[in-house]
């Protein structure tokens, strides 16, 4: 099916202006690679999300859902398909008493702010993170001893088919980045976190600290994905990759970070060939120097899905 006849079948459910036609990923990415994809919705409501997601499956489109991009490596040849971004266009958020319900597109450094605007804490580890609520429920996000099993209640998820249920906390099955999301690939439409009561002055204390040990410890002045590789069981991924001596090292424009070696980094110039490879570098160095299996933490697209 031809990209104007794709944009033709939302353009009935969605607002023009929220469908663009050959939308470079790389403007969607904190990695800052990627090549284009077909189709890049931006829905405004859940409504338009459901629509969407329908299309979709009905026409058996290839599809991918995104945040604001922040765990995501796209291929240099783009994405053939359809890209739908849930982010500043669901990105609500209400507090009753000591609970937070957010839609899935507001970032988790939002939604800390907005805990301690009203005196809330437990939610202060993710303050840092540069994600949204979704993809902190898909991957049970984490920080400094925090993680979003430690507050969240239940989640209201969309299945393939556009049929709406709410999980609880149990039925989302939250483990060491993982959950029942990735398994059903369900959708998070928003989320309910319970707080507690806490004092201002000490939640802004502890959100600055945690912030500034960001600072000191993470490349954060490079484009990147984030940590890149998941905590292998009884190992730290940074420190086996710089007792392999790995520090630094690069493969064109992707290099592992001289500040944190548990990520890959971008000197401006990285190539999605670039970072692949040195992933798999990577990887196959750890293994054959300590018998450890890295897996990726971040999420890689390829041009066909």
């Known amino acids: 099916m031809e990209i104007n006849m794709i944009k033709d079948l939302f353009s009935t459910k969605i607002p023009n202006e929220n469908i663009l036609v050959d939308e470079p990923m790389k403007d969607h990415t904190s990695f800052k690679i990627g090549g284009t994809a077909d189709v890049f919705i931006t829905p405004t409501s859940t409504e338009e999300l459901v629509n969407a997601v329908q299309i979709c499956s ?24 359809v890209i ?11 507090i009753e008493d000591t609970m937070i319900t957010a839609y899935s597109g507001a970032l988790l450094s939002k939604i800390a702010n907005t805990a301690l605007s009203h005196e809330l804490t437990g939610f202060e580890f993710a303050q840092g993170i540069p994600g949204t609520l979704g993809g902190a429920v898909v991957m049970n996000a984490g920080a400094y001893g925090g993680e979003l099993k430690d507050v969240i209640v239940d989640a209201e ?19 060491y980045r993982t959950s029942c999301i990735q398994a059903n690939k369900y959708i998070v439409l928003r989320a309910r976190l319970r707080l507690e009561k806490g004092d201002k002055v000490k939640i802004l204390a502890t959100m600055k600290d945690l912030a500034e040990r960001r600072r000191d410890k993470q490349p954060l002045e490079m484009p990147s994905a984030g940590s890149t590789f998941k905590r292998p069981e009884g190992y730290f991924a940074g420190k086996l990759i710089m007792d392999a001596g790995l520090r630094g090292y690069k493969i064109g424009g992707a290099m592992v970070s001289e500040k944190h070696c548990g990520f890959v980094v971008s000197d401006g110039t990285a190539t999605f060939k670039d970072v692949q490879e040195l992933i798999n570098y990577v990887q196959r160095t750890v293994k054959e120097k300590f018998n450890v299996d890295l897996q990726p933490e971040i999420k890689i697209i390829g041009h066909l899905g």
């Open 58 to 81: 009905k026409n058996q489109m290839n599809y991918y859902i995104i945040g604001n991009g922040s765990n995501l490596l796209v291929d240099d040849r783009g994405f053939r398909g």
């Open 84 to 94: 739908i971004q849930i982010s500043k266009n669901l990105s609500h958020i209400e």
């Open 157 to 175: 998820v969309m299945d393939q088919n556009g049929q709406i249920k709410i999980l609880t906390k149990d039925e989302l099955a939250l483990g």
